[in-house]
């Protein structure tokens, strides 16, 4: 079998090899999945319960190896990597507390009529590179607590550790309920449009989402799309300063920034907007974050920095460092229509921008034809959640970020999705409804 580099995005150099699967090899793998699928739907609920918390035992016990190959594939510090596999654990064993809803519609001397849930089938799992296992959280469990079967299509960045998860994962399930491939360009496209996949859970970008969306079309798969984000924070002029700068600051740079939900836009009251500012410099200062995630999103963060440059905005701090680090930016105060503001920079990188009125700031906030997430920071939380209830966006934090939960269920509006994962309403996203009906 031939393989591929991936490369180690602290050193540059190579973490290790994956295999390049061939479209024969993945017809193989569809062919397996779909074998395997009605006797793993068959099976009472409460025996896939079990099994949810079979990985889960499983990924436990392994979690430092699986820590250490997302640290080596993706860049983020072993301990948050620590975070991420523990994530899916969790994520796991609080899925199978899960039920599936049954309705009865009808229920009299004419008829009984009820409406279940059952299984789409063979679910493919298609992640992006900034949490290769956390990503799952939102679909292994839920796809397969539902009845189905599951492909795992990891990124080409960072295919490691969902291949040590899978290899794992054979001791524990069935054969065919997961698999993971993993392959070049080609094969996302193969995947989103194989006739033998009943259903896309796509998490990545805007561009991608709609290509995996014409993709299913022409075997009318579902498709979940969690796309991209440009999360803006409205920061009202009553806030503590010291007490909200280090979350803000944690808002837009964890990760070295590259998480959907982080904040993308801070518009601050320009009561505040000089003490944030320095508060935020002085972080951006102190900080060392991990290295962006591969040479591709570099090249953005570097391209907007170079755009932030050739128009004289006020870049108030950072920039790039060795290798494919970079040193927290901050911008000050640019144009609304600069691309900083309006792209999606999904790295180290923000914009700060100043608002007096906090009209025009909901209206700039919701400017964009992304709606992923926001935030709204204040002391008077019914004036917070005022403003948030105008806000365009599939989740809205107030006096927090990022807060995430396997009951809650998120997804974006307009171009950052269609669908949600988690919660009861994410477990639905994997089943198809039947009714039965009994004439009496
Ligand atoms: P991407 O769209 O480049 O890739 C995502 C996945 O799709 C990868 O596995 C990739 O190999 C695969 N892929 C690439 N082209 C494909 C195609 N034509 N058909 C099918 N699959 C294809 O995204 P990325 O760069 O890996 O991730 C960053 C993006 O993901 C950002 O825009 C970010 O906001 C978004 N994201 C969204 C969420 C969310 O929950 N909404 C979460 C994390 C990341």
Redesign the pocket.
């Known amino acids: 079998m031939s393989t591929f580099s991936v490369i180690n995005p602290a050193t540059s150099e190579i973490a290790g090899e994956a295999p390049d699967c061939t479209r024969a090899e993945l017809d193989a793998m569809v062919a397996a999945a779909r074998g395997a699928q009605p006797g793993w739907a068959a099976l009472p609920v409460d025996e896939r319960r079990k099994y949810l918390h079979a990985i889960a035992d499983v990924i436990d016990a392994n979690v430092a190896e699986l820590a250490r190959l997302v640290t080596l594939e993706q860049g983020k510090p072993e301990s948050v990597a620590t975070e991420e596999v523990a994530g899916l654990s969790y994520w796991l064993r609080e899925t199978a507390k899960l039920d599936l809803p049954v309705t009865v519609n009808q229920d009299d001397d004419e008829r009984r009529s009820v409406t279940e849930h059952v299984p789409m089938g063979v679910v493919a799992a ?6 290769p296992l956390g ?1 799952l959280s ?1 679909k292994l469990g839920p796809a397969l607590l539902a009845g189905n079967t599951v492909i795992v ?6 295919p490691l550790s969902s291949l040590r998860l899978g290899e794992l994962l054979r001791d524990v399930l069935p054969a065919g309920v997961v698999t993971v491939v993993t392959g070049g ?1 080609d ?3 193969w ?3 194989h006739p033998g996949i009943d259903k ?1 859970s ?8 709609r ?2 969306m014409a ?1 299913a079309g022409a075997s009318l798969s579902r498709v979940t ?5 440009n999360d803006a924070a409205i920061v009202l002029p009553d806030v503590d300063v010291d007490e909200v700068a280090g979350k803000l600051f944690w808002a837009a740079f964890s990760n070295a920034g ?4 982080a904040t993308k836009r801070l518009y601050l009251h320009t009561d505040v907007y000089d003490r944030i500012a320095a508060r935020l410099v002085e972080l951006a200062g102190k900080t060392k974050l991990g290295p962006v995630s ?1 040479h ?2 570099y090249d953005t963060v570097i391209d907007l920095l170079r755009d932030c440059r050739d128009n004289g905005y006020d870049i108030l701090t950072g920039g790039p460092a060795e290798g494919l680090f970079v040193r927290p930016i901050l911008i000050g105060n640019p144009p609304e229509d600069a691309r900083i503001v309006q792209e ?1 920079q ?1 790295g180290p990188i923000l914009p700060l921008l100043k608002f007096d009125d906090v009209e025009d700031a909901i209206q700039r906030a919701n400017a964009v034809e992304y709606g ?1 997430g926001a935030s709204v920071w204040s002391a008077d939380p019914d004036a917070a959640l005022a403003v948030a209830r105008r806000l365009e966006a599939g989740t809205v934090w107030v006096n927090e970020v990022m807060h995430l939960s396997p009951l809650v269920p ?3 509006l307009k171009q ?2 269609i669908g949600v ?1 988690s919660g009861v309403a994410g477990l639905l996203e994997f089943t198809e409804r039947r009714t039965i009906t009994v004439k009496r």
């Open positions: 298609i992640t992006p590179w900034n949490y990503q939102f299509k990891p990124s080409t960045f960072t360009d094969l996302g496209p995947v989103s449009r896309i796509f998490t990545g970008s805007t561009r991608t989402g290509d995996v993709g799309l969690e796309l991209g984000g590259q998480i959907c939900l591969n591709r999103q999606e999904f992923l998120f997804g974006g950052s999705g994962e």
